[in-house]
């Protein structure tokens, strides 16, 4: 079993490779994951990616994949090259996108290595129903539309999925304890949802079953961020489901 530092995930969303060192200085030696998004890896590019390879940490590269089949294959066939240890594609991509992805990623990663988890945005957890009814033109609750996303992706050979932690029960119940749920919208008591809507707090998304959860501005656009962090790590120990 990981320790629960392991299953948090710290959003480098920084416009540079200079500013998000910043941030990962303060997370040495406290065995975080790293999650490297479009706003970072479109400035920095790969060689960002190797270099958090090579200081230790597990990354979780978040680019979200979303084209045709033979798009999403050829995607991801040249990210597996990278050596990160997660990457995702979003489930309204449908069962053959994401079936291509995974044989990409399996095609791509080279001979005697893991190939990196597969998971699949569900619903962003920026989004509410009233949007995914009347903007996305999508009916029914937002959890109905998150367990049929999540079965589709098991469908396809995923590894789990990207959801808010109200809804990991749900999911864990329709694909299994094994299917990886990864939970951004998490926010510590008082601080600001900004975009987010489906939130939870670090220690109730553990306690609803999340197997990772992902925290971007609670620590990087806070005061104090290494207080930030160690508050956050303070309050999950124990809260493990
Ligand atoms: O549904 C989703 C999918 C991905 N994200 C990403 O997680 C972080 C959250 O950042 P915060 O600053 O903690 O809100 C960010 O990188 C998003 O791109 C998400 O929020 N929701």
């Known amino acids: ?54 200081k230790g940490y597990s990354v979780f590269l978040d680019l979200k994949v979303h084209d045709i089949p033979n798009t999403a294959r050829g995607a991801m066939q040249s990210l597996a090259s990278l050596g990160v240890d997660m990457v995702n594609v979003h489930a309204a991509g449908g069962l ?79 694909c299994g304890s094994a299917f990886l749920t990864v939970t951004p919208g998490i926010r510590p008591k008082g601080t600001d949802a900004g975009d987010q809507h489906r939130i939870t707090t670090p220690s109730d998304a553990f306690k609803l079953g999340s197997d990772y959860i992902v925290i971007g501005r609670a620590i990087t656009q806070a005061a104090d961020p290494k207080q930030a962090l160690h508050t956050i790590l303070e309050e999950v120990k124990g809260s493990a489901n």
Not at 27 to 39: D, F, H, N, R, S
Not at 110 to 139: F, Y
Request: aromatic share 4%; glycine share 8%.
């Open 1 to 54: 079993m990981m320790n629960m530092n392991e299953r948090i995930m710290v959003a480098l969303d920084y416009p540079s490779a200079q500013e998000a060192d910043h941030c990962v200085r303060l997370l040495e030696g406290t065995g975080v994951y790293v999650k490297i998004g479009m706003q970072l890896y479109y400035a920095a590019g790969p060689d960002y990616i190797r270099q958090m390879k090579d």
């Open 96 to 174: 053959k996108m994401m079936e291509a992805a995974r044989e990409g990623l399996e095609k791509g990663t080279p001979s005697g290595q893991k190939r990196p988890l597969l998971i699949a945005v569900t619903q962003l957890t920026s989004t509410t129903e009233a949007m995914m009814n009347d903007e996305l033109g999508i009916a029914g609750s937002v959890e109905d539309c998150v367990v049929q996303y999540a079965k589709l992706a098991k469908q396809a050979g995923l590894d789990g999925v990207v959801a808010s932690p109200k809804e990991v029960p749900l999911i864990k119940e329709a």
